[in-house]
């Protein structure tokens, strides 16, 4: 049951470009979707949200945009840096439908020298 | 900054014993969680607790599991009688409110790696 899905298993960028991760969802109760990095033995770290009465949310090199109508999400980093590099993951809750966050299975992102 | 904080780093167990998690969240959230992943597959929601019971659990978090906030600072996550399927790092993770008005980012601790042999 995939309810969150990233259909990029692995992206690769040049330093300075814009990278952009996609995210799909089914479940069109989600309201609350977040974008998390992770490197390697470590937890996620918390990057940005969006509600889903937005549909922009901008915070230094990070902006998330969804798009409801398309049930889908995309994270741009503008410019990317080798220290992005890492795996992105895009969660999603729904406040009145179990709030816990689904994530999905997470996108690779290495940013080239 | 405030952090969540796991221990142990990494555990290894024979199977069938019983393996307690720690976790201590961040102060002056309400709301914790245990997430785990499995090497190479996706982070899992295993349960959350709030209020000093739990409010929701996936279908993994069986009877082999349970949760307890002892003292008002740690959350543990038990697990009573290990097999080799447990062996993942584990996510202790709060936040700080579960309203539809934000608030509901999770924040991460480092995890715990569990080996079952």
């Known amino acids: 049951d995939q309810q969150v899905k990233q259909n990029s298993p692995s992206l690769s960028v040049q330093e300075g470009r814009i990278s952009i991760l996609n995210c799909d969802y089914t479940n069109s109760m989600f309201d609350y979707f977040l974008w998390y990095k992770k490197y390697p033995a470590e937890g996620p770290t918390f990057l940005i949200s969006?509600?889903?009465?937005?549909d922009k949310n901008e915070d230094g090199r990070f902006t998330v945009f969804l798009n409801k109508s398309a049930k889908h999400l995309s994270l741009h980093i503008v410019p990317s840096q080798p220290g992005d590099s890492a795996v992105y993951f895009c969660?999603?809750?729904?406040?009145?439908?179990?709030?816990?966050?689904?994530f999905g299975p997470g996108t690779r992102l290495s940013v080239l020298p | 900054e405030p952090e969540v904080t796991q221990t142990p780093s990494h555990q290894v167990t024979q199977m069938g014993q019983e393996v307690i998690l720690r976790c201590v969240p961040i102060?002056?959230?309400?709301?914790f969680y245990w997430y785990r992943q499995i090497l190479g597959q996706k982070v899992e929601f295993l349960v959350s607790?709030?209020?000093?019971?739990?409010?929701?659990k996936s279908e993994i978090f069986d009877d082999q599991f349970s949760v307890e906030r002892p003292d008002g600072s740690n959350f543990t996550l038990k697990i009573r009688s290990t097999k080799l399927e447990d062996s993942a790092m584990y996510f202790c993770a709060s936040s700080e409110a579960d309203g539809q008005g934000g608030g509901r980012e999770l924040f991460f601790g480092e995890g715990s790696r569990l080996t079952v042999l």
């Open positions: 969660a999603a809750s729904a406040y009145n439908y179990g709030q816990n966050f689904v």
């Open positions: 969006i509600s889903s009465i937005k």
């Open positions: 102060s002056n959230h309400l709301y």
């Open positions: 607790f709030y209020n000093n019971e739990i409010s929701e």
